[in-house]
């Protein structure tokens, strides 16, 4: 009777697909979470500089504060002209995160609320249009806080030049 019993023995090849295929899909959900949570802490972090930004510069527009250091001279920036910066950020929105580079600003804005920007006109590496030139910005809050990254989206020169008429 027990004769014609076969046993079975499970595949051990199918064991070790499917484990595979379960931690496959592990590394893959892990990768994705990761991206995702890097990118609203990127998105986070941008709106949070934008609100600095923006009370340090309703601070100098109130407060007639601002100064602007470039080109070796300081020029008080009062008015409508307070704002221009503070708009071409907010227009551009975030660019890369970077360390500012060794040598001195092209230009530094002082708010007048402990706040500064530091502005360098940089050429930039790895952006996916024909632009070559660009900003780089780091910002100091009035607690400390640094926000540091470059853009293509505006040039220097242009910006100063809007800042000091």
């Known amino acids: ?35 995702a949570v890097y ?7 941008f709106r949070q500089f934008l609100s600095d930004l923006s009370g340090s510069t309703v601070y100098a527009y109130q407060n007639g504060s601002l100064q602007m250091e470039a080109d070796g001279r300081t020029v008080r920036v009062e008015g409508e002209p307070v704002y ?18 060794a040598w001195m600003p092209d230009a530094v804005l002082t708010y007048g609320d402990g706040s500064s920007l530091e502005l360098w006109g940089v050429e930039l590496e790895g952006y996916q ?35 000091t008429s």
Request: proline share 6%; aromatic share 10%.
């Open 39 to 45: 990118s609203c802490w990127y998105q986070l972090r």
């Open 129 to 163: 249009t024909n632009v070559k030139e660009g900003v780089l910005l780091r910002y100091v809050d009035p607690a400390g806080t640094v926000y540091c990254y470059d853009t293509d989206g505006f040039r220097l020169s242009p910006l100063v030049s809007q800042l």
């Open 84 to 101: 221009t910066l503070y708009q071409a950020v907010a227009e551009d929105g975030p660019g890369r995160l970077v360390e500012p580079p």
């Open 1 to 35: 009777m027990y004769e014609r019993v076969r046993v079975c023995h499970r595949s051990r090849p199918r064991e070790s697909l499917l484990a595979g295929g379960v931690l496959l899909c592990a590394v893959i959900f892990a990768v994705v979470a990761a991206m």
